[in-house]
């Protein structure tokens, strides 16, 4: 059988897109990225051309293109002889996880071994986006588009304030509301971002069988290589108590005990990682951001030996009161000072009032929010002296 060079031109003339050539059937791409089928593999040089050489005329061959920051793009039956083929990639508007993590000493792992870093996103009314009539991509693009890589969610809204203010969730509400946040986590998924779920808060005001929300929560979690299970928030403030509540077998997914609130140091028994909340006062907020990382195994007795996540640091508004009356700061400065100090640890989560709501956010805000991931991705530095 003859044979020819099948010639590809991308746009933009992008190096290193990675290109996969199949004649069987198209290539497939498993959840960790990787290509499967029988393939030979070019990747673009620097003027984003690409040439398989000896590829058989007369025999339909697909062609996969790869690249991190850009859509798959697979270009299907063609046939040689054929023309230079010209494609337009285009940018992805996901994120970049995959597969379970696992934790060594006081970091958290990728399963392909390489450190990972918490980059969080809150975002405490997620689960009610689907009931609202939100479009749930819009409200996973931003957080995405900054670099978070984890979202931080609650399960359970149920306080006088909330449910006056039209926040109100729960199963009572809600007869699908199990069946809808498996939805939550399987879009989160599909966009490839991770969630770091909270069933537990407002307790004291929810009038059903408790202990039968947990397990079913439990139940939706366990298993899926895109949740982080946290029991819940802010136990002293929200009814709960820690030892009440325990996981059944999660299946891999990783667990904490969830938030304390208050400044309070997390509560033992350590399970795989730990969460704290900073006070939210400055200059007390940067003395505490780096003693998270002596926290997480530098000193005796401060040790979890663990991960430790700043899980609620101070929240950014683009005014200094939001639009419930809480306080906020507006000061870009501060959110890049917090996320240097923040990539010491484990780490953290940016919280902004509009965020909260999972609604876009303003450009002061937004602004802030760039600031602390540029900070995180700056401070997070391993492997650390001593590991």
């Known amino acids: 059988m003859s044979e020819s060079t099948l010639e590809i031109q991308l746009n933009p003339p992008l190096a290193s897109v990675m290109a ?21 593999e070019r990747a673009s040089n620097k003027d984003g051309h690409i040439g398989f050489q000896k590829v058989e005329n007369g025999r339909a061959c697909y062609v996969l293109l790869q690249h991190a920051d850009y859509d798959d793009e697979l270009i299907g039956s ?18 970049k996880e995959h597969g379970q993590l696992h934790v060594e000493g006081r970091d958290f ?26 479009d749930l991509d819009r409200v996973l693009d931003e957080p995405i588009e900054l670099g978070a890589n984890v979202l931080i969610s609650i399960g359970l809204h149920c306080s006088p304030w909330k449910t006056a203010n039209g926040w109100r969730c729960t199963p009572l509400e809600h007869p699908d509301y199990f069946e809808q946040l498996g939805r939550l986590f399987d879009r989160c998924a599909e966009r490839r971002i991770r969630i770091a779920h909270a069933p537990l808060a407002d307790v004291q005001f929810y009038p059903g069988d408790i202990q039968l929300f947990w397990l079913r929560s439990c139940a939706v979690m366990r298993g899926r290589w895109n949740v982080i299970a946290r029991k819940g928030n802010e136990s002293a403030h929200n009814g709960w108590n820690e030892h009440d509540f ?25 399970l795989d990682f730990c969460e704290f909340e900073l006070r939210r006062d400055i200059p007390k907020m940067f003395v505490d951001a780096p003693l998270r990382q002596l926290m997480d195994g530098d000193f005796p007795g401060l040790a979890t030996r663990r991960p430790t996540v700043s899980i609620e640091p101070i929240f950014f508004h683009h005014m200094n009161q939001d639009h419930v009356g809480d306080q906020r700061c507006t000061d870009p400065r501060v959110a890049l000072e917090l996320g240097v100090l923040t990539g010491l640890c484990a780490g953290g989560g940016f919280g902004a009032s509009d965020g909260l709501d999972c609604q876009r956010l303003q450009p002061v805000a937004r602004q802030c929010a760039e600031e602390y991931f540029r900070g995180m991705t700056a ?7 001593g590991d």
């Open 20 to 40: 996969h050539l199949s004649y069987d059937a198209s290539p497939w791409v498993d959840e960790f990225g990787d290509v499967h089928g029988d393939w030979d």
């Open 109 to 134: 792992y990728t399963s392909d071994g390489r450190p990972w870093h918490f980059r969080g996103y809150t975002m405490h009314y997620l689960i009610n986006q689907m009931w609202n009539g939100a």
């Open 246 to 270: 325990r996981y059944p077998n999660m299946q891999g997914v990783l667990t904490s005990q969830g938030s304390k609130g208050g400044e309070a140091n997390p509560v033992e028994p350590y």
């Open 78 to 95: 063609l046939t040689l002889p054929h023309d230079k083929v010209f494609i337009t990639l285009r940018r992805s508007r996901n994120g």
């Open 379 to 385: 401070g997070f530095q391993r492997p650390l002296l």
